[in-house]
């Protein structure tokens, strides 16, 4: 099957799983999936599944990126924060909907990867930071919606709420384990935050602090070599 008809398949799957925003499916559709995963996977990239992206990190299923943005309710007038870019892919969605995407990751390497991506396909309205998350990007609040692609284990950061805007929408996976984690929806409102729990997902943990910068123990089991660059962590 060509990758063309694979990605068909991936859509008319979204559109029967509920995904009716027309906009959103458009931006799947022109976003290329396969830049954003490491190349020994690039036969899997419009396939309805998670992948590993280094660093113990994955890209979302696409369904699941594709309900999250599409829960998020975002126009092109909204300006968005994304804690956890990993690959790059979801900021890229978003860019393609908003007018101007803010990211965060706690891995440099990783952002500095997809930082690269992001400029290759001359996506310019995303400007990304090494940073914790969790403490939002205050320089830059309030944030029209917020989008959080790791699950907090009980609450919301508190800086989250705090950085979105009245009527603003914070989308978060939540859960103490990955067997009970849930997106939900937090809207603001005039004096509290309206909660809605959405569906059932399995996301990577949002972690406190900046990572250490060391090899990629996964990656250098398995990686062939023109796709990681550990090499280099080995010159000194
Ligand atoms: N949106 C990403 C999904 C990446 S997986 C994509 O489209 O590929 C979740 C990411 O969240 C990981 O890269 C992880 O390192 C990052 N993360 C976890 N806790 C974080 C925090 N406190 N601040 C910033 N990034 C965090």
Known sequence: MTSIARKIRLIMKLRKSGITDTAVLAAIERVPREVFI??????????????????????????????????????????????????????????????????IERHRPLLETAEKRLANLRIRNITCKVAD???????????????????????????????????????IPMGRDKSSQFIYRITRQENDYKCERLMAVRFVPLLPNIARDEPDPVQDEQADPFVFSAPLAFQS
């Open 133 to 171: 998350g969790m403490r939002g990007w205050i320089e830059q609040a309030p944030f029209d919606r917020i989008i959080v692609t790791a699950a907090a284990s009980e609450y919301p950061p508190q800086a989250l709420l705090e950085q979105l805007s009245l009527g603003g929408i914070l989308i």
């Open 38 to 103: 490491p190349p020994q996977f690039h036969d899997q990239a419009y396939e309805d599944t998670a992948l590993p992206i280094g660093r113990g990190q994955t890209i979302s299923q696409p369904l699941v990126v594709a309900s999250m943005t599409q829960e998020l309710r975002v126009n092109d007038r909204h300006k968005v924060l994304e804690i956890g870019t990993g690959s790059g892919y979801q900021a890229a969605i978003l860019a393609k909907l908003c007018r101007r995407v803010y990211s």
